[in-house]
Each structure stands twice: as C-alpha cells, then as structure tokens.
C-alpha cells in the first residue's frame, strides 16, 4: 500500500520536493469487505488502518480520530526534543 502511494503520489502529486502533503491519503478497498485507508501524519510517519467497510461509512470521523492522534504524537516528539536537548 505504501508502494502505491508513493507512486501515485509522484505521479499526479505536484514537483516540488515532496509530491504529498500533510492531507495526503489512499483507500483502497478490498474484495473481502476490508478497507486500507493510508493517512501521513507527518513527512515520514504515515498511519494505515485496517477498517471493515461496513464501519467506514463515515471517514470524517477516522480523520479526526488520527488528527488527535497526530497532535499527541507531535507533542510527545518535541517532549523528547527538548529531554535530548537537556541530555546533551
């Protein structure tokens, strides 16, 4: 999946130096009644879910589940930033 991404991602994605955003996503969805939703986080973090299509008929709601997510994650990251500073 994440093959697919990047490849997709700098063929129709723009030319700068990175061909997706923070918005970038993929869905693909499966013959079994499973989806994979892809979704970056950050430049080299990307979470991939693996969702029952049955449950994915609202994805606003996964997207604002990985977007509190990603803002605890950012803050455990610049947490460890400032204790790596202090170490070092």
């Known amino acids: 999946m994440i093959d ?3 490849d997709i991602s700098f063929i129709y994605g723009n030319a700068e130096d990175m061909p ?3 918005q970038s996503q993929s869905i693909i969805r499966l ?3 499973t989806t994979l ?3 970056e986080v950050e430049q080299f973090i ?3 879910c693996i969702i029952k299509e049955k449950n994915f008929d609202r994805p606003f709601l996964i997207d604002h589940n990985i977007d509190v997510f990603k803002e ?3 803050r455990i990251l610049k947490h460890y930033e400032k204790m790596m500073k202090k170490i070092l």
């Open 4 to 6: 697919v991404f990047l």
């Open 20 to 22: 997706h955003d923070n």
């Open 31 to 33: 013959s079994n009644g």
């Open 37 to 39: 939703y892809l979704k």
């Open 46 to 48: 990307v979470l991939i």
């Open 72 to 74: 605890g994650l950012l």
